[in-house]
């Protein structure tokens, strides 16, 4: 019984919600390229004009076999070679070749423009999506994961767009259009060809299912290989001074050879399965000749057109080759598309109200009118919960690990809706209040003293959103910190790295402190760090919290002595409810739940 | 476990002052042309050495791949003149002579298909074996390298080392059979060309060169671009990870509207650079696919024109535009390698910083005699720093003292005394600068840390777990009964929650598991500790999150139940209380020494003891 542990003990519930994120699997590619469609109006703006211009480029392919046909139908037959013929043609088809040079730069600039826009609204449109999710979504489980949507999922469809989305594109247009060329030359050998590839995509087909599952196992081993990593790179003083560097370097070995084995397992279908691309295409070519041959007078098919056509199945065999590479690309690249689709659309909890009420700037009266909250997955966190905080005391919550103390102080802030009941700021309910006003007049200072990767007087200074410079030096003096911003190294200038870890978790939450004095706010809600600070900051703080705390409501998720002590009320949660309140003096005697946590909390500290 | 924030970060800043020097330092050098080209061939030629049979296999069926690519095309030429022409404008040919040609095709493209199957199998084979090799190696220099290079890097650089860098230097090795097979292509070609007319031979000699020369033209009109969105890419990662990291802090102060405006800047210039590039793609990628085609039409021009002569057959003319067909694309993935080559380069050389990383030899053999005495002998310990300057933190300075045989002492002194450090240098994980420290007449910095640890166990400030079962956390793999375990965990009261588990010592903890409360793994790092059976215990703060009485429970268990050495750091008056004796430590320098009581008649000491005194739990 002690509510010194810092962490909930968190058990398997969050394990699911990562699993549904990744789960893809057999989602259609149809349905996805159609939820991507309506995701990305960027995609549709134009897209006629790209289709024709990429139509037309793939036409310029064609014009060698087809200028091969006539040169060799009319200009070089039995009866001799009519060189004017042949230059005309030749000629003609140079400039068409040239021009189609052009219209292609104009066609690929267009195509990356495009994606590139895509891919820019997408990042962006899915950043800001997650920055309205509700406080709920975002679990300590889930933020790297949330990260790469933005990122390397974003980046795996660069590059997809980069080759595999164009290949898509110009390699299916060029097949439709050497199969129409085909045709028109003689259908009879364009079935031959069709019935000779058959067999192609049933094995494309088989092996692109195989081969997905066995990338899926390589992935997984090459994120086994980098946990083992990280955690001896990262537990590096626990494997040296332990004896375990042995068997650290066994498990990396065996991980990085299982990595190995698994790759090569995967390679299989690369180096074996799609070279049949190439074997079915030139048994094509033989089908062909030997067809066109024996049946081709029959067919009515010329030397001309049979040549041609031996050229023109090249042209069908390169672009399926191509696809047959691009299909595992494309898969993932279909996967990653699908997670970030996901994000966009998960529902958005805390709507913000479109014409919000103004908050004076005065301390702030609060009135809890019997509140319930429960995460998505999970029971009742806060059950019933109703109070009456008024404007300019300072209250202390108190209760063990899971009591619902911490929510109840994120709800104050609405950092999530209740599920039941409403919450009055001055009267009016929190959900309606506007919500640049609501950050200003309602500052929560986080327990983990989180700062961004710049100066310290910048961090200070983003305490609200119009601060000046100046405003941020008076925050600092208000509340006497000049001291200790003296003896840093660069003073107000010293970077804080990231997440602030330059700084030790004390110094952070001073930086924390002036960065809330300077947006002022009616009502401070303060979630008291619970890692070891080190005693000359922890004077600091405390002296600093109580000029910090004047002139405003203030509530505190309490884990020192002095704050209890000093509150004009104390609220005391267990599982969820408020079981007692009122000050200090009178809930020690009561001799319930609060009486406890104080001795044990008293235990072997002080020197009475 | 970093030291404190002067020192270290100050040459941060020095580092990140201006943006582009931090562009540069986060991309890399800058390779010049010709070193890429001279480092590329040692790349390649340390992976041949590494693993010479498949990639000379793979070369080999590769240089076949091209024999018979060429051969195709002086079939096809053949089959034309002998089957089709006949076949169709000169009146019909015999079963026999079209059965034969179609054989002769398949043959060949059986031959060709199966070349490939090798090339492409052990080429890859070569590439995988020695991505292999480098990763071992690199982990085995990580494993044995001086502390210090944990400092200078963080866990993200490391794994990008193991990770990526590995993949983009061997990125280069991917196409290279297939490369070196096009060399030998066009060189077959050529030569066939040549036999069949000297006029085809120039159009061709005329067409590679340019088609080289484009390429190199390409690559390096968007190394500039790639590299700007390279460390693009970087930036707009951080302010993702970033913001989304603090998601609480943002939405508490309302900043989201200046995250988003950071990230659509960032994204802009993101695809401005992309753009870039994709107009430099939009321009070469049509040129280079249709210049053949330019070629393949001149070539109709001269064959028609020779045929007329009566010079060459049609067939030799097929021949020669289905050889340009074919060459087309093997000269774009010669152009891949080349693109290539600078980032596969830079790639090599930041492995090569680990690899030339001196590692730690330690001393064969040692002894510990009795009295297992830990006696630091004017010890002084300095970190050392990146900087020209040449700077260096003196965190201990001729420090001189005893821990005897069973005796329990506390450490006491300020934030930034060198408490820390003393920890680290008594596990021999760091080496003294000056003097050194014995244990039991064993100098503890020449043996080591693996030599070390049978004597010593450390309970760090911070927890670290592995991301595996409680029991392996706990025996870290040595062979040890459940009966001990289950006495150690209730020495360090850790008994009472660990049966409480769903699995008990089985139970699983870290990401893929349970996540345990901080006190909780502190019990577990210290019940990991005494069953190491130490002659010596270290506690670094190691009980920061555990409640006091449970605290006192555990070092009175360890003192009664165990007959280690005790030596403990920490800021609670109560624990220090707990200690026979204390050790005041200051400015790196041994203050006082004696018990508690004593040092309280020194101010300094009184002063900082009292701040415990205040400190919230």
Redesign the interface.
């Known amino acids: 019984m ?11 519930e969050f ?1 699911t919600e990562t699993k549904e994120l990744e789960g893809i699997e057999e989602v259609g590619a149809l349905k996805v390229l159609k939820r991507g469609l309506r995701a990305s109006p960027e995609l549709r703006a134009g897209i006629s004009l790209t289709a024709l211009m990429a139509l037309a ?1 793939a036409g ?2 064609l ?2 076999p087809l ?2 046909k006539e ?2 139908d009319r ?4 009866n ?2 009519n ?1 004017n013929s ?2 005309f043609f ?1 000629f003609i ?2 400039f068409l ?2 021009a ?3 219209l ?6 267009r195509l ?2 495009t ?3 895509v ?2 609204g997408l ?2 449109r899915t ?2 999506h ?3 999710l509700s ?1 709920a979504d ?1 679990v300590e ?1 889930r ?1 790297g994961a ?2 790469a949507r ?2 390397s999922d974003v ?1 795996t469809l ?1 590059q997809f767009a ?1 080759w595999g989305a164009i290949a898509w594109i110009i390699n299916s247009i060029q097949i439709l259009a050497v199969l129409v060329i085909m045709i028109v030359y003689s259908w009879h050998l364009s079935i031959v060809t069709l019935l000779v590839h058959a067999p192609l995509f049933p094995v494309l087909r088989w092996m692109q299912r195989r081969q997905l599952r066995a990338h899926d196992r390589v992935r997984s081993r ?1 994120s086994d ?3 083992v ?17 042995q ?3 066994s498990k ?2 065996h991980a ?2 299982d ?2 084995k698994e ?2 397992v995967a ?1 299989k279908y ?3 399965v799609l ?2 691309t ?2 079915i ?3 094509a ?3 062909v ?2 067809a ?3 049946w ?2 029959d067919w009515g ?3 001309g057109e ?2 041609a056509f ?2 023109l199945s ?1 042209l069908l065999v ?1 672009p399926i080759s191509e696809l047959g590479e691009v299909l595992t690309q494309t898969q993932t690249a279909l996967a990653g598309w699908w997670k970030v689709l996901e994000v966009l659309d998960k529902d958005i909890e805390v709507k913000e109200p479109d014409q919000g009420l103004t908050l004076p700037d005065t301390p702030l009266d609060i009135k809890v009118e019997a509140i319930d909250f429960s995460y998505r997955t999970g029971g009742l966190v806060l059950d019933n919960v109703d109070i009456h905080i008024p404007a300019g005391i300072s209250v202390a919550v108190v209760g063990e ?1 899971g009591s619902g103390k911490t929510t109840f102080a994120k709800l104050l ?1 609405r ?1 999530a809706d209740p599920t039941n009941g409403r919450i009055l700021i001055n009267g009016e309910d929190l959900r309606e209040i506007d ?2 006003h ?3 007049s309602i ?2 200072v ?1 327990q983990d003293g ?4 710049t100066s310290v007087i910048e961090n200070v200074r ?4 119009d601060a000046q410079r100046s405003e941020a030096e008076e925050a600092i003096s208000d509340l006497g910190l000049w001291p200790w911003i003296n003896q ?3 003073g107000l200038e ?2 804080v ?3 602030g870890e ?3 978790v004390g110094e952070r939450q001073l930086v ?1 402190l002036a ?1 809330a004095q300077v ?1 002022n706010p009616g009502l401070l809600i303060l979630d ?1 760090a ?7 900051t ?2 600091m703080l ?1 002296a600093t919290l109580e000029r910090l705390a004047q002139g405003r409501t203030t509530v505190s998720v309490a ?5 209890a002590e000093r509150a004009d009320l104390i609220l005391v949660f267990d599982k969820g409810k408020i079981v007692e309140k009122g000050k200090h003096p009178n809930l020690v005697n009561l001799d319930g739940i609060y009486s406890k946590l104080y001795e ?2 008293i ?5 009475v | 476990m970093q030291p404190k924030l002067s020192v270290q970060n100050s040459h941060k800043q020095l580092l990140t002052d201006s943006e582009s020097e931090r562009q540069t330092i986060k991309v890399g050098k800058v390779p010049n042309e010709n070193g890429v080209a001279k480092r590329w061939f040692r790349l390649v030629f340390r992976s041949i050495k590494a693993h010479p049979i498949p990639h000379i296999i793979g070369i080999s069926a590769g240089n076949v791949f091209s024999l018979v690519v060429v051969g195709f095309t002086i079939v096809l030429g053949r089959v034309t003149d002998r089957v089709i022409i006949p076949g169709l404008d000169e009146g019909g040919v015999e079963g026999r002579t079209i059965l034969g040609g179609f054989v002769a095709i398949v043959i060949v493209g059986l031959l060709r298909g199966f070349s490939v199957m090798l090339r492409r199998f052990f080429n890859f084979t070569a590439v995988e074996k020695t991505k292999q090799t480098w990763r071992l190696g690199i982990i085995d220099r990580l494993l044995d390298a001086p502390r210090a290079h944990y400092w200078s890097r963080s866990t993200g650089e490391l794994l990008a080392r193991v990770d990526t860098d590995v993949e983009t230097a061997t990125s280069v090795l991917m196409p290279l059979a297939f490369s070196v097979s096009v060399i030998s292509l066009i060189l077959v070609s050529l030569i066939s060309l040549l036999i069949i007319h000297p006029l085809f031979f120039v159009v061709a000699l005329l067409l590679f060169p340019v088609l080289a020369l484009l390429q190199r033209f390409f690559v390096r009109a968007v190394e500039t671009p790639a590299r700007k969105a390279q460390a693009l890419i970087g930036e707009v990662s951080e302010i993702a990870h970033e913001s989304l990291d603090g998601i609480m802090v943002v939405k508490t102060i309302g900043r989201q509207q200046q995250e988003l405006d950071r990230l659509n800047e960032k994204s802009q210039l993101l695809r401005e650079e992309r753009l870039k590039i994709g107009w430099h793609r939009a321009v070469f990628s049509p040129l280079l696919y249709h210049l053949p085609n330019l070629g393949i039409l001149v070539l109709l021009m001269v064959g028609a024109l020779l045929v007329d002569n009566g010079a060459a057959t049609v067939g030799e003319t097929v021949q020669s535009m289905a050889l340009f067909m074919i060459l087309t694309l093997p000269v774009q993935i010669l152009g891949f390698m080349f693109q290539e080559m600078p980032r596969s380069v830079v790639a090599m050389d930041r492995i090569d910083e680990i690899f030339s990383i001196d590692t730690v030899q330690y001393a064969e053999e040692g002894k510990v005699e009795k009295p297992v005495d830990v006696i630091f002998d004017k010890v002084g310990f300095s970190y050392p720093t990146e900087n020209e300057d040449h700077l260096e933190q003196t965190v201990l300075e001729n420090f001189s003292e005893k821990i005897i045989e069973g005796e329990s002492v506390a450490l006491v002194g300020s934030t930034g005394s060198g408490k820390s450090t003393l920890v680290m240098l008594m596990s021999g994980l760091i080496e003294p600068t000056s003097g050194n420290i014995t244990l039991g007449n064993a100098n503890v910095s020449e043996l080591g840390p693996d030599f070390v640890s049978s004597h010593i166990a450390t309970v760090f400030q911070e927890t670290f777990l592995f991301a595996l079962s409680l029991r392996e956390n706990l025996t870290l793999g040595e062979n040890v009964s459940d009966p001990d375990i289950y006495s150690a965990l209730k020495i360090a009261s850790a008994y009472d929650f660990v049966s409480e588990l769903p699995h008990g010592i089985e139970t699983i903890v870290g990401e893929r598991g349970v996540t345990l409360s901080g006190g909780q793994r502190q019990r577990i790092a210290i019940a990991r500790a005494l069953l190491r059976k130490p002659s010596v215990l270290v506690l670094d703060d190691s009980t920061s999150a555990v409640d006091p009485k449970v605290e006192a429970e555990i070092l009175q268990n360890i003192k009664t139940k165990t007959n280690c050495s005790l030596l403990v750091i920490a800021h609670r008056l109560a624990t220090i209380r707990l200690a026979e004796r204390v050790i005041f430590i200051d400015d790196g320098k041994v203050s006082a020494s004696g018990s508690h009581d004593e040092l309280l008649k020194i101010d300094d000491y009184a002063n900082l003891v009292s701040a415990y005194e205040d400190i919230k739990l």
Request: charged share 20%.
């Open positions: 002690t509510f010194l542990d810092g962490h909930d003990a968190i058990g398997k394990e480029v310029g392919k014009l060698v200028t091969i040169v060799l200009g070089i037959t039995t001799g070679v060189v042949v230059l030749s088809a140079m070749s040239i189609s040079m052009a292609g730069r104009a066609t690929y600039y990356a423009k994606a590139e826009n891919l820019m990042r962006i950043f800001e997650l920055h309205k406080i975002h489980a933020k949330y990260t933005v990122t980046e660069t980069q090459v290989t980098l946990s990593v990280s955690e001896s790179i990262q537990g590096v003083d626990v494997v040296r001074s332990y004896g375990y560097r068997k650290t370097r990396l070995h990085i050879g990595q190995y790759q090569m390679q690369f180096s074996f070279p049949i190439d074997i295409g030139v048994a070519i033989a089908s000749v030997g066109g041959v024996y081709g007078p098919v010329t030397s049979l040549i031996v050229f090249n390169m690990t802030t950092l919500s640049d609501r950050h200003k500052r929560m986080p989180f700062l961004f990767d983003f305490g609200r959103n840093l190294p660069e010293t970077r790295g990231e997440r330059a700084l030790s924390a960065r947006a008291e619970t890692s070891a600070i080190d005693p000359e922890e004077q405390e884990h020192r002595i002095s704050t044990s909390w235990g072997n500290t002080r020197e």
